[in-house]
């Protein structure tokens, strides 16, 4: 059936590094990627989001790449603070029928100062 | 705008008694999803809903769940005789009608309802 696997699940960082997570779907019709944060005790929050036709799409300190061929897509966070310390989690989408999301097992990412 | 709305935020329920999760879309949007997240692990869908209309129930039990959401009032999603396996948070997202493949936005998530079995 449709999976998307995530990594890593715990990613500790410097403040002021980059962090990056990796996801990995199955279902080739997938053709809409969104990342949505979680802080604890809240609803998930969308971030940034990536189409099927673009191979990366940029926001200040946060970017995505996709590439369709290998079923892979990244988020990149630049310049971390502690503020981004939460969980991301990464989901496709296939829009050929339902709406529905697949998403990932998320990565918790803790920013040390 | 005040985004999408769920009720009650926690809610605890002893075994055998029904859970009754309330969830009012984003003005404007008619697409209402469910999902459940259990400690630790990842969101699952579990139904998709338009106004009177179940699209697709693909990830809700058979048994004792069900979801609907009227032509007024908010998406009502409803468990029966809950079980200690039934703990978990409980979000409502709304979209709208467009495809967010296709230029319209991804989900908007509510805060979500924490569903503690005892």
């Known amino acids: 059936g449709e999976n998307v696997e995530q990594h890593p699940s715990t990613l500790s960082v410097q403040e002021g590094d980059s962090a990056v997570i990796k996801c990995t779907y199955s279902?080739?019709?997938?053709?809409?990627f969104p990342w949505y944060k979680q802080e604890l005790g809240k609803g998930p929050q969308l971030i940034i989001d990536?189409?099927?036709?673009?191979g990366e799409k940029k926001d200040q300190r946060i970017a995505v790449t996709l590439n369709k061929t290998a079923k892979h897509f990244s988020l990149h966070i630049t310049e971390t603070q502690p503020e981004d310390s939460a969980v991301y989690f990464c989901?496709?989408?296939?829009?050929?029928?339902?709406?529905?999301?697949?998403f990932g097992t998320g990565t918790r990412l803790k920013v040390l100062a | 705008n005040a985004g999408v709305m769920q009720n009650p935020r926690h809610l605890v329920r002893r075994r055998g008694q029904e859970a009754r999760l309330r969830c009012s879309p984003m003005?404007?949007?008619?697409?209402v999803y469910w999902y459940r997240q259990l400690p630790e692990e990842g969101l699952k869908f579990m139904v998709y809903?338009?106004?009177?209309?179940?699209?697709?129930e693909s990830g809700m039990p058979k048994e004792r769940f069900s979801a609907e959401f009227p032509k007024e009032g908010p998406s009502i999603l409803r468990i029966q005789q809950v079980v200690r396996g039934d703990s978990a948070a409980y979000f409502c997202?709304?979209?709208?009608?467009?495809?967010?493949?296709?230029?319209?936005?991804?989900?908007?998530f509510g805060s979500g309802t924490r569903l503690t079995v005892v």
């Open positions: 997202a709304s979209s709208s009608q467009s495809s967010p493949a296709q230029g319209g936005y991804g989900y908007t």
């Open positions: 279902d080739s019709a997938s053709n809409y």
């Open positions: 990536i189409r099927s036709n673009v």
């Open positions: 989901a496709a989408c296939s829009t050929s029928g339902t709406y529905k999301y697949i």
């Open positions: 003005k404007g949007h008619s697409h």
């Open positions: 809903l338009q106004k009177e209309n179940i699209i697709d």
